[in-house]
DNA sequence: GTAAGTTACGAGCGACGTAAAAATG
DNA sequence: CATTTTTACGTCGCTCGTAACTTAC
């Protein structure tokens, strides 16, 4: 049988237009090549080359063979990559959010779950999540809103709670009772960028307050301990950062507004319901 | 590299389903089955089966293997198969003829002159010649009109001049000056059914006349020997059977109507231009 | 003289087959 | 107990590289 190797060779032949300066790119000696190609002539009983003394040229038959053989050589190109990027696909659980807060609550659980899987997770536009997750770009999403769709299983998850912090220096400590977004009117924040559907529900509401955004994760979080502005917290990022030790000064004020509390689905198709998560209290 | 051969193997076991059958229809062992699929599998490090003690099953990622594997065999074949019958048409002259009396002209040449080379000829319906030319079905073609096309060469090549035989004893044998179609009418004739243009030419004009029908070339040969009917030959004819010393006692009267004489023309692709043949005396 | 291609020859490595082991029904 | 797969091991054969030869520029 010809083989691709031999394939890889012609074309290599082909591209470099003599046997000694192939022979260098496939790594073989030049008398192999000869060979390995004399051979695959042999085995088609057709000749591929016209043959003077001190020079092989490509006839017709051997330009023919050639063009098929660099669309094959294509071809298994494409064909490993699609196995090698569909087995990792499999390997792979690719979960995509309307808000950083509740991949908080579900990475940790599916990691533990799926011991072995590799977890990839982002924060993108709720409208896009549905439409990911039927084209297979998803597993398992996300959404602030149940989500009913044909061979897509939905469960509730969990709730999410805003919260202010402030250290405890600042005007608006005492307030432990609770504020509403209405009253941070003027103040300056300091705000993670990727929050998903909380910049409608919240921040789109506070156009008399500045946000200065921070999009790294880590530097946010040392922005906040070194800083005296107030920012958001909520339950989940708080449970979270306890969890992990994180200790901190600054006070934690609930946000009074009904924005403020959310509800998160989590849907999954039913080929990868093993996905879903339990329920969280909500 | 992945090997061909180690796609028909994987393709051999989707078919078969396990690998004992498979590695005897592959004619390796089946530990040597075994071997070359775990290597295929590290190569792209991979896992194409899932594996219980003694029973393997394609998993999702082998099934897609199995689906592209056989896409490229399937490709591989029809790329040897193209490329041998290339490099045949390369050896081949394939010649069109509206007529079968010039071919006995044209085929000793070409055979003389493209020494080592196929000549594939046969009579067709004159309005399929260029078209065929064009496509590459013929590199050669031989018409009863002047051919102008691009890229087309054509020249006048030989003439053929119609004439009935007859046995000494038959009642026309007495015109040797010539006869013409219409005193025909009444008759029963032999003829030979691969005509091409004549059959226009000639035989429809000659609704009164019957004829006896043959296809084989041999038995129409001989049937005309052992009858006393009348037939066509023409002058292209008698001398191709003066040539092949073939004796007969017919008597050969010259056909008077202006249709039993055509100038035939040859014509060829600029780019075998070498294969056009000299001109015979018209 | 240099560079290229084919042929000859000997060696090493890789793939093969046999044999053995383990597991399943 | 038959069937299937995997692992182990020794051997054979294929393909490789070196070397020598020929030819062309």
């Known amino acids: ?17 003599t046997l000694s300066k192939a022979a ?8 192999a090549l000869t060979r390995s190609i004399q051979k695959l002539e042999a085995e088609w009983n057709v000749t591929l080359f016209d043959r003077q003394k001190n020079k092989i040229t490509l006839n017709q038959t051997g330009e023919l063979a050639v063009q098929y053989a660099r669309r094959i050589l294509d ?13 990792r696909s499999l390997r792979t659980i690719s979960i995509g959010s ?6 908080l609550e579900l990475l940790p659980e599916l990691t533990e779950r799926f011991y072995g899987m590799t977890l990839a997770s982002e924060t993108v536009c709720v409208e896009n999540l549905l439409p990911g997750l039927s084209k297979g770009i998803y597993q398992l999403i996300i959404t602030d809103t149940e989500v009913t769709a044909p061979d897509v299983l939905c469960c509730p998850f969990c709730s999410e709670q805003l919260y202010l912090t402030v250290p405890p220096a600042h005007p608006l400590a005492n307030r432990k009772d609770g504020i ?10 300091l705000l993670f960028k990727e929050i998903g559907i909380w910049k409608n529900r919240v921040i789109s509401k506070m156009p008399q307050t500045k946000f200065i955004l921070q999009d790294q994760d880590e530097a946010f979080s040392a922005l906040i301990q070194a ?3 107030p920012a958001f917290a909520s339950d989940l990022t708080l449970k979270h950062n306890h969890h992990r030790g994180e200790q901190t000064h600054r006070l934690t004020l609930p946000i ?11 849907s999954a198709p039913k080929s990868h319901k093993a996905y879903l998560p339990g329920q969280r209290s909500l």
Chains 1, 2 share one sequence.
């Open 180 to 189: 509403y977004l209405e009253e941070l009117a003027g103040e300056t924040m």
């Open 98 to 103: 309307c808000a950083p807060g509740p991949l």
């Open 1 to 17: 049988m010809a083989e691709l190797n031999q394939f890889y060779q012609l074309v290599t032949i082909a591209d470099t237009g």
């Open 256 to 266: 009074l507004d009904p924005e403020a509390h959310v509800t998160f689905y989590c």
């Open 227 to 229: 800083s005296a502005l």
């Open 24 to 31: 260098e790119i496939v790594h073989i000696s030049q008398p």
């Open 75 to 87: 071809d298994v190109n494409t064909m490993t990559n699609a196995i090698q990027s569909y087995e």
